[in-house]
């Protein structure tokens, strides 16, 4: 499951977001840095409009990365 935007690759080979520092996310978020890497995504740092600092959880594009965070989200907290 590979995303493309305007023609370009947005994922490696095995789902991980290739994050830019500079671009910007949902046209919201500009990329600041990438925080950490794991097994079901990617953490950056993000600021938004107003400057305000966010980190940013985006998940592989793999379909058993996705179910999975699809029923982390709907449990309770």
Do not use: W
């Not at 925080?35 to 985006?58: H, P, W, Y």
Request: net charge positive; proline share 3%.
């Amino acid at each position: 499951m590979q995303r493309y935007k305007n023609n370009d690759k947005i994922d490696d080979e095995d789902g991980h977001y290739i994050v830019q520092e500079g671009s910007s996310i949902a046209n919201r978020y500009n990329l600041v840095n990438l925080l950490g890497q794991g097994t079901f995504g990617k953490v950056v740092r993000a600021r938004d409009s107003k400057n305000k600092e966010f980190a940013v959880k985006i998940i592989r594009a793999v379909p058993k990365v996705l179910q999975k965070m699809q029923c982390v989200l709907r449990q309770p907290i």
